[in-house]
């Protein structure tokens, strides 16, 4: 059975508006195969070539200070690294247009091509489609699926990422999908029927003697119509 590579993706940004010249100043992302994390992370810092707008500082603790020795996006460190590590790969993205808009512009900005829109699944559409007319962030999410958020004292890029895998395997179906079903021969599949084993043993009479006794005289009475004695063998 081939395998499903996803990558669970987030980004921080400088501000909301790429086409006003926002850029991102974190990248985080998530290896998942068959929608399970494998353990393989990335994350950067990145360096915008402007301010960090209060807004940000507030929701993310990311300032200034912070990214002054931080690499541009397109350092090979940066682009070439996170290109590599996604590979062909799905983003999973929770509002995936706005981190679609703000990957796909610094990519152009490096004259990269974009990451086109059939790669890329939007969490919060499928909580939406899931769960009509109740909240559908990340947080509330997290709630709803009891996903601890105790860590979380600011959004962070590789965080929210790691949480955002976390809520995408509870709206694939839940834990339960964690499990894998292996069997002993390479043609025996998942859900095939397989004949119940049979003890080596068989199990002896659970009914005493005199239980019995008293049920074949209660069936004596009955009658020769009674079902029990026209079907017994």
């Known amino acids: 059975m081939s395998q499903i590579r996803e990558i669970a993706f987030d980004t921080e940004t400088t501000g909301l508006r ?4 926002d850029r991102i100043i974190e990248l985080g992302a998530v290896e998942m195969i068959n929608h399970i994390p ?14 960090v707008s209060a807004d940000t500082v507030r929701i993310t603790g990311i300032t200034d200070e912070h990214l002054k020795d931080a690499p541009p996006f397109e350092a090979p460190e ?34 990269r091509d974009p990451i086109p829109d059939d790669r890329w699944i939007d969490t919060a559409a499928m909580a939406r489609r899931k769960f009509p007319g109740a909240p559908a962030s990340l947080d509330a999410l997290c709630k709803r699926f009891e996903i601890s958020l105790e860590s979380r004292t600011f959004h962070g890029a590789l965080l929210d990422s790691q949480l955002l895998a ?23 599949m998942v ?24 049920h074949e005289a209660f069936v004596s009475g009955l009658g020769d119509e009674a079902i029990w004695k026209r079907y017994a063998s």
């Open 166 to 188: 976390s809520v995408y395997l509870e709206l694939m179906g839940g834990r339960a999908r964690a499990f894998s079903f292996e069997t002993s021969s390479e043609t025996e």
């Open 78 to 111: 940066v682009v070439d690294a996170f290109l590599e590590f996604i590979g062909d790969a799905v983003l999973v993205a929770h509002n995936a247009g706005f981190d679609r808009g703000f990957l796909n512009m610094e990519l152009a900005r490096c004259k």
């Open 18 to 21: 790429p086409e006003e010249g």
């Open 191 to 214: 859900g095939e029927s397989q004949p119940a084993r049979q003890r080596a043993k068989p199990l002896g009479d659970r009914i005493s003697a005199d239980e019995k006794a008293a």
């Open 38 to 51: 494998t353990g393989r992370t990335f994350r950067t810092l990145i360096h915008p070539g402007r301010e």
